[in-house]
């Protein structure tokens, strides 16, 4: 019998100041029996940092044809392409072809061997940004993990914070490319 996705409730405040941007958003988030816990809160530190109302989750690692979030147009066209962790070159690059935007979020230790390898690759890639969340960040984040979350997210001066009712966890960015 195959394992089932766990499904975490969450209540998410977004706060984010640098882009004007001030919303409560309930989220019912599918953990795969293959993600991690750390990769699920990385999900959703993603969400937080790109919400909008048409941004969604997409089934990710249960279809190759989905990211892990997106956000279509009224017509269906993709705008944003987001993806989390160490996609295959093949992937990536249909992605940006597909969307008009495409951003990956990177948080493992060995996120920066991987970026040395594959960056030459993309090179043809102008609409791809890839942005690295500290491993500590990414490990701190699955601490504040619960079946059942209320989270304040707070963005201001390219600061991150993510809170609990118990923990306050800053999130670190360093951006490794940005959009041309």
Request: hydrophobic share 40%; aromatic share 8%.
């Amino acid at each position: 019998m195959a394992l089932k996705s766990t499904i975490y409730k969450i209540g998410l405040q977004i706060a984010d100041m640098d882009r004007h941007y001030y919303a409560d958003h309930q989220l019912n988030i599918a953990c795969h029996p293959s993600e991690t816990l750390q990769r699920m809160m990385v999900r959703v530190v993603a969400f937080a940092l790109n919400a909008h109302e048409y941004l969604e989750f997409g089934k990710g690692i249960s279809d190759a044809e989905e990211p892990d979030l997106w956000q279509k147009d009224l017509t269906g066209s993709i705008e944003k392409w987001i993806e989390v962790g160490q996609p295959e070159e093949r992937r990536i690059l249909k992605a940006c072809g597909r969307a008009k935007e495409v951003i990956i979020y990177l948080y493992s230790s060995s996120a920066g061997i991987w970026w040395k390898q594959i960056n030459s690759k993309l090179a043809r890639a102008g609409n791809l940004s890839v942005i690295q969340i500290t491993s500590e960040s990414a490990v701190a984040l699955e601490k504040l993990c619960e079946r059942t979350m209320q989270l304040q997210v707070t963005l201001q001066d390219g600061e991150i914070w993510v809170r609990d009712d118990k923990h306050a966890v800053e999130v670190k960015l360093t951006t490794l490319r940005t959009q041309e």
